[in-house]
């Protein structure tokens, strides 16, 4: 049995536990940009671009356009336009960061 309380040695349950060390949903910052192309139609038309997000060195940087062989480079590394799993510290880490990361990336899980 998992829950400690079971054995008479500790209150905390898993449950509990869990609830203490709270994860999150962080979803890279997005930039709204048009398709490349000449005619008219395309100045009209946006898309939200994903802009991921790099640590090296123990500084956190915005990406563009990174090479796969560069990833494995990287001390951490969020692919843009995709959903992360965080955990506090990383959260405040990455708004610390100075890379445009903000409280509205992060939803609580």
């Given amino acids: 049995m998992i829950d400690g309380r079971a054995r008479g040695n500790s209150s905390l349950t898993v449950s509990s536990l869990r609830r203490t060390m709270a994860d999150y949903v962080f979803k890279t ?3 709204r940009e048009g398709p490349a192309g000449k005619h008219r139609l395309f100045y009209f038309y946006k898309l939200d671009r994903g802009i991921s997000i790099a640590k090296s060195g123990g500084v956190y940087s915005r990406v563009r356009y990174v090479l796969d062989e560069a990833i494995d480079d990287y001390q951490e590394f969020y ?3 995709h959903n992360h799993i965080v955990n506090d510290a990383t959260k405040a ?4 960061g100075g890379v445009g990361v903000t409280e509205a990336n ?3 899980v």
């Fill in 29 to 31: 910052p997005t930039v």
């Fill in 106 to 108: 992060f939803t609580a």
């Fill in 93 to 96: 880490a990455l708004i610390a």
């Fill in 79 to 81: 692919i843009g336009g």
